[in-house]
């Protein structure tokens, strides 16, 4: 069985940018921030214009023909996409399944909502 680590070692996979940088693009038209938390989490909270792509139906929402296809990343190419969730993990294994299948602009905020949080205190 895959250990823990070697899953997480995707993050060297992956752009990854702080909470920080993530807060400098809050206001750029050109960027579109995605909470992948599930749906409980993310009507409690959640950063800027973020929309809701839960973690578990992500591969249906980007699948050509898939019945749960989002035409959001068609129409939207040139966007810039930054991923989060709770802490961290789930961004990065969202980000990197993004871009195994196609999204070419995807970065992933390091630590999560939980490092954003941090910056308004």
Not at 11 to 31: C, F, H, R, T, Y
Not at 68 to 76: G, I, R, S, T, V
Not at 92 to 121: C, F, P, Q, R, Y
Request: aromatic share 10%; hydrophobic share 35%.
């Amino acid at each position: 069985m895959k250990k823990f680590e070697d899953l997480m070692s995707v993050k060297n996979e992956i752009e990854n940018i702080s909470a920080s940088q993530a807060k400098g693009k809050l206001d750029d038209p050109n960027v579109q921030f995605i909470d992948v938390r599930d749906k409980e989490s993310f009507e409690k909270g959640t950063i800027g214009n973020a929309i809701h792509l839960d973690r578990a139906f992500l591969e249906f929402y980007l699948a050509e023909g898939s019945p749960l296809e989002n035409n959001f990343f068609k129409e939207n190419l040139d966007k810039e996409y930054i991923v989060f969730c709770g802490v961290g993990g789930q961004g990065a294994l969202s980000t990197k399944t993004m871009k195994d299948m196609g999204i070419k602009n995807v970065k992933n905020i390091t630590g999560g909502i939980s490092e954003w949080k941090k910056l308004k205190k």
